[in-house]
């Protein structure tokens, strides 16, 4: 289950990028979860801004929950990190069917936003591959034994 909890206070007087900022970070992450930055996306594109060519992955990263922290500014630029709670990766099995493979780790990725004035922010960094929830991957063609511990991995992470 994914996070999207209210850091910041409105009426605190903060910089309204840092809301902004982590309210597009929560976009982001939630979308990505529910695998719709699998293929060419209108609101990845739109949201986005990197200066490299994003390559087409053959894997996605199998979360448990993904979980953005308090923004910071530096200079035209908004930092909002996010601690992913990963599980494994999951491809191509070969067959038509999907292969997870299981990696239990906690990863944190610090998100670049860049303030472009008029045309508001934009995420600049990190390139990363998808990542998709455990609820997502369980309806992918994978064994049951695959099933089976995606969910025991969903159980021990539950609150």
């Not at 709670?85 to 239990?104: K, P």
Request: proline residues 7%; negative net charge.
């Amino acid at each position: 289950m994914l996070a999207l909890s209210p850091l910041l206070n409105c009426d605190s007087g903060e910089d309204p990028r840092l809301r902004a900022g982590l309210m597009l970070v929560e976009e982001y992450v939630a979308r990505d979860s529910r695998g719709e930055f699998r293929t060419v996306n209108q609101w990845y594109n739109e949201n986005t801004r990197f200066d490299q060519l994003v390559p087409g992955w053959d894997e996605a990263a199998v979360i448990v929950d993904a979980v953005p922290s308090s923004p910071a500014t530096r200079g035209d630029t908004v930092l909002v990190p996010v601690r992913y709670s990963r599980v494994g990766f999951i491809g191509g099995d070969g067959q038509g069917g999907a292969l997870v493979r299981f990696q239990d780790t906690v990863v944190v990725a610090e998100f670049k936003l860049l303030d472009l004035g008029s045309d508001g922010l934009r995420i600049v960094e990190p390139v990363q591959p998808p990542h998709f929830s455990i609820e997502y991957v369980l309806q992918s063609p994978i064994s049951d034994d695959q099933r089976i511990r995606l969910k025991q991995a969903l159980e021990r992470r539950a609150p």
